[in-house]
């Protein structure tokens, strides 16, 4: 038995062998991870995950792939010019899960540290759903309101000389 056991350690370093770093072999991720560069005239937005349950993390994950997939421009239905969906400025979205008893669990949209969607939300997959749906367009005419409202005030009208 000893003699069998030393007869291993001696044969293992023949036998395992480190990966070659200049192999060429890639893990296939299944398209879940991919690069982009970001562009320099528009802002960048960070989405930030505080949830607790499962029913938090499948609503932020719906918000998530709902958030990606918008358009590049604002709907013009309402007659409005068109608007950059993504601000122009940087903005941390935080979508927080707070305790709740009973079955509902309340989901907490804030951007930059101010609260702008804030509802119970039920466990079953369609509800979120529809619940994600409805929280980015609330999300999203906050933004293309605080973009607008930004333009206004930083115009020549708004800015003044400083001289009374």
């Known amino acids: ?14 036998l395992a062998r480190a990966q070659d770093p ?9 398209g879940k991870l991919t690069e982009c560069s970001l562009s320099e005239t528009g802002g960048t937005s960070l989405i930030l995950d505080n949830s607790r349950t499962k029913v938090g993390k ?17 709907d013009t ?5 068109l608007t950059s969906v993504v601000p122009s400025v940087d903005v941390v979205i935080m979508i927080e899960e707070i305790p ?21 939300v039920q ?25 607008e409202t930004q333009q206004q005030l930083g115009s020549k009208d708004q800015k003044g000389s400083g001289v009374h």
Do not use: C, H
């Open 22 to 30: 200049d192999s060429g072999d890639e893990f296939d991720l299944d």
């Open 100 to 120: 709740s008893p009973g079955t509902a669990n309340q989901i907490l949209i804030s951007i930059d540290d101010e609260p702008v969607w804030q509802q119970f």
């Open 123 to 147: 466990a079953r997959y369609d509800l979120l759903e529809s619940d994600a749906q409805y929280a980015l367009n609330t999300v999203r005419q906050y933004l293309v309101s605080y973009q």
């Open 77 to 81: 239905t309402q007659q409005r010019r």
């Open 58 to 74: 499948d609503f932020y994950d719906l918000f998530y792939k709902y958030w990606t997939a918008l358009p590049t421009q604002a």
């Open 1 to 14: 038995m000893k003699t069998l056991f030393v007869l291993l350690l001696a044969v293992s370093p023949f």
